[in-house]
């Protein structure tokens, strides 16, 4: 089993949880330096300086608007390089690694990597056919339920408490994390291949319109999204059963119900945009196992 690394500097530069905190740490001094600029600004308007020429305006713009320059400037300068040490100190803290640089072509080429979304309600069945394709055709299966859980359980992890949360909630976890996850297990499984190539079954994900765009722009293209298409009852009887033995703290009544209204209103347009697109293929998933997997084969004979 693929373990996700621990996460690297690029993750923390863009993590909102963390961001915030840096943000909130910087603040105190950021407010001392603009009340003492702004003391500065009243005493540049004293009576001090030099006396008005008749006719022309007893105020002086210029003054004003040179410090209102310089002091905005630095504080934008201070601000900045506050978050950053934050960032980087949080950073190498828990993990050590040097930044990523931020990118925007993606980190593996469609030319050699093979990206399959795998969509689907919750219990739709997903991770069954998943484990089929496996065993047929060469895949890798990246789950990101499992590697959210993996990160969640690991020792030490600063994002365990959060991704706790948010699935317990059936809500859906900030994307810097899941996107950083799965490139880290990527590059793992890629690292053992002499020639760079893979083909990866990305088992629910994307979630969300946000975390499509952000993973084709910066790790990979994907190919196309297999989709199987499960009616709610159905699901819902499944995943009750799932949770008589899986022990996963989102199988219960409660969560599941959080986890369809996430699915409909959040990850449903993911799938509707890929369809405009003419990338989805769509499967009956409301059928025996065997069934499924076989229009499964069926429809992506060609594609793949
Ligand atoms: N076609 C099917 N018919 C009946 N049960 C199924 C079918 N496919 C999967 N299951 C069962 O339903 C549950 C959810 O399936 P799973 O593959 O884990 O779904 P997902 O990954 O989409 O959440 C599992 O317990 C699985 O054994
Ligand atoms: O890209 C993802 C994938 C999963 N999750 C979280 O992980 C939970 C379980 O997802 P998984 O795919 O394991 O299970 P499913 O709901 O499809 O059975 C979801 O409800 C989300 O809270 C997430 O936040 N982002």
């Not at 740490?25 to 600029?37: D, E, F, K």
């Not at 990101?144 to 992890?157: F, I």
């Not at 899941?178 to 990866?200: P, W």
């Not at 405009?276 to 293929?281: A, D, L, N, S, T």
Request: charged content about 30%.
């Amino acid at each position: 089993m693929i373990q996700p690394r621990l996460l690297t500097r690029r993750l923390f530069q863009q993590a909102s949880p963390l961001q915030s905190l840096s943000n909130h740490a910087g603040r105190p001094i950021r407010t001392s330096i603009l009340r003492s600029q702004a003391r500065r600004s009243y005493a540049a308007s004293g009576e001090k300086g030099p006396r008005p020429i008749p006719g022309q305006s007893p105020f002086k713009i210029w003054p004003f608007l040179a410090i209102i320059l310089a002091g905005s400037g630095s504080y934008m300068l201070l601000v900045k390089s506050r978050t950053d040490m934050a960032a980087a100190a949080q950073a190498s803290k828990s993990s050590g690694q040097i930044a990523a640089p931020k990118k925007d072509t993606p980190t593996f080429s469609s030319d050699k990597v093979t990206v399959v979304f795998v969509l689907g309600g919750p219990g739709a069945g997903k991770g069954t056919q998943c484990a089929n394709l496996v065993r047929d055709y060469n895949f890798t299966h990246l789950s990101a339920g499992d590697l959210l859980r993996a990160e969640q359980d690991r020792p030490g992890s600063e994002f365990g408490q959060l991704i706790k949360d948010y699935i317990k909630d059936g809500a859906i976890v900030p994307m810097e994390v899941t996107v950083q996850l799965l490139e880290n297990a990527m590059t793992e499984t890629l690292s053992k291949t002499k020639d760079g190539k893979g083909r990866f079954l990305i088992d629910g994900f994307p979630r969300k319109l946000d975390q499509a765009v952000k993973f084709e722009e910066s790790v990979c293209k994907a190919k196309f999204v297999l989709f199987y298409d499960c009616p709610e009852d159905v699901m819902e009887k499944r995943l009750l059963k799932r949770g008589e033995t899986s022990g996963r703290t989102d199988d219960n009544a409660e969560s599941i119900k959080k986890r369809f209204k996430t699915f409909v209103e959040t990850s449903m347009p993911v799938v509707d945009t890929y369809d405009k697109e003419g990338k989805v293929v769509k499967v009956v998933a409301n059928k025996s196992p065997e069934d499924v997997y076989a229009e499964t084969k069926k429809k992506i004979e060609g594609r793949i």
